[in-house]
């Protein structure tokens, strides 16, 4: 590969041309499922190598541009260089380019290029303008057409030359860190993890470790594009496959890392956050303390209750463990109705729990100016009573866990299951209580709610119990159970037969 790894992420609306730009760019159709080549739109991250002029090789990371799947577009952003945002023609500026905007800002990439696409089916010079006010900082604007070609070697041209002075992940120092987005089985090969590297290297044969679980597992083999290597240094995807785990005890959101690394899950992380400011109104989104938010980092996801410090400075008081490092980017989305507020910098992986204090605002100040932590046993704070993550889960809560998680919205009833396991699993953050004898994944809970929400967006803004059974494919007690569980939430509120979307989340 000519120069130093680079990822290159796409963005943009839903139908504004991303997977056929980058097919037509790469020769690679990134969607890959069936049902996304019935439906016409991409749902899961795709990848593919683009070549340049100048002979350098970018990974590329497409995503989804539908309003259902930011949150695979921001697991796929995350470990990116620089981005290829596409505005149709046709249609301008849409919602989801300013939310994956939005995202890019709230990770940091600054660095990229907007392709006009459908330059061959209508004027591209409004589009272009709006491009303009939105992204201003971008590098090049170029209209481009898919279908006929036009605009197509320009845009490779622009990519190259802003790689030419983007910096690579590979030549900063730091242990290897790669946020698994895919795991998979290879008949003879067994368990497979993608990602994107973050730090460092890999090498073959060498012992890593896989967290929040704590397992250890060695590399059997290496490939970048689906090319054997002895060695993947970071800034590109790379699939680690591994001995020692099964697939059942893998999952997305997982992070694999050199075992010598001091890098840890924790419930608790101090940041510096930046929130969007909205159309028209107030100067910027509106964030209190005690809002209930979902925290983005890595491929990982985890609700949270925000508390403010004084400033720019909050602390993420995590339902669910984080693996993060000092300076990583989070970003911070609002759950009902979904939308990005903004994001920022982690100062403290491992903070205790505390509130706002003088000492306290002066170290997370000089944290984020880069200086070494002034002595942080003296911070005024109380002491944490919940940072500790829970011990690593058994083969038998793993288990569990993946009957969960396969169980969908018709899990078993908890008189069925191993009370100690489901223990496990509940501290552990991966099964949520829904009733007084369901549990089930958060994962799944997470996909109804999308789905729950989505509906209801498109009833007018309220749902039923017999609308959300028959969206669900599932019976009248599975459904009433999980709107029961919104309700408590606070993303829906119970209105005689109707349960109505709140207008956002609010604090206790």
Do not use: C
Not at 127 to 141: R, Y
Not at 241 to 253: C, F, I, K, Y
Request: glycine fraction near 10%; aromatic fraction near 2%.
């Amino acid at each position: 590969m000519s120069g130093a790894p680079l990822t290159l992420g796409t963005a943009g609306h839903i139908d504004h041309g991303k997977t056929a730009l980058i097919r037509s760019l790469t020769g690679t159709d990134t969607d890959r499922l069936p049902q996304e080549r019935a439906r016409g739109i991409s749902i899961e991250l795709g990848y593919a190598e683009l070549e340049l002029p100048s002979g350098r090789r970018l990974s590329v990371v497409d995503v989804p541009g539908h309003e259902r799947f930011v949150r695979a577009m921001v697991a796929g952003a995350t470990g990116i260089d620089m981005y290829l945002m596409t505005v149709a023609a046709d249609d301008g500026v849409m919602p989801q380019t300013r939310e994956h905007a939005a995202v890019l800002r709230a990770l940091a990439v600054d660095r990229g290029v907007v392709a006009v696409t459908k330059a061959d089916l209508s004027d591209a010079g409004p589009a272009v303008d709006q491009v303009g006010e939105l992204m201003p900082a971008a590098g090049a604007v170029i209209p481009v057409s898919a279908r006929t070609g036009e605009g197509l070697e320009r845009l490779r041209e622009a990519i190259d030359e802003i790689a030419s002075h983007a910096p690579s992940r590979s030549q900063a120092p730091g242990p290897a860190r790669l946020h698994i987005d895919r795991v998979f089985t290879v008949r003879g090969a067994g368990t497979v993890v993608t990602g994107t590297l973050w730090s460092g290297t890999i090498t073959r044969g060498e012992e890593l470790t896989l967290l929040p679980q704590g397992l250890r597992a060695r590399v059997r083999g290496l490939q970048i594009h689906d090319r054997p290597v002895e060695l993947a240094p970071a800034g590109q995807r790379v699939a680690v496959n591994l001995s020692g785990v099964g697939v059942d005890q893998v999952a997305r959101g997982d992070v694999l890392a050199s075992s010598a690394v001091e890098l840890r899950p924790t419930y608790l992380a101090d940041v510096a956050l930046e929130l969007e400011r909205p159309a028209g109104g107030r100067s910027e989104r509106e964030l209190e303390h005690g809002d209930r938010v979902q925290i983005h980092h890595g491929t990982r996801e985890a609700p949270a209750r925000v508390a403010w410090l004084g400033g720019r400075f909050w602390q993420l008081r995590l339902e669910q463990p984080l693996v993060p490092a000092t300076r990583d980017r989070v970003v911070v989305r609002q759950i009902a109705p979904p939308d990005t507020l903004g994001g920022g910098a982690i100062l403290d992986p491992h903070p205790r729990k505390h509130g706002p204090g003088r000492v306290l605002t002066a170290r997370l100040a000089g944290l984020e100016r880069g200086e070494p932590d002034p002595a942080p046993e003296r911070v005024e704070a109380a002491p944490d009573v919940s940072a500790e993550p829970p011990p690593p889960l058994s083969p038998a809560a793993l288990a569990l866990e993946q009957r969960l998680r396969a169980a969908g919205t018709e899990p078993p009833l908890d008189a069925e299951l191993d009370a100690e396991q489901l223990s496990a699993l509940r501290a552990a953050g991966r099964a949520v209580r829904v009733s007084r004898t369901l549990h089930y994944h958060p994962e799944v809970l997470e996909q109804v709610r999308e789905r729950v929400i989505a509906l209801a967006q498109r009833r007018g803004g309220a749902v039923t119990l017999a609308e959300v059974r028959d969206e669900l494919g599932t019976s009248r007690k599975f459904a009433q159970a999980l709107l029961e569980h919104l309700d408590a939430q606070r993303v829906t509120i119970r209105r005689e037969d109707s349960h109505v979307l709140r207008a956002g989340p609010r604090p206790l």
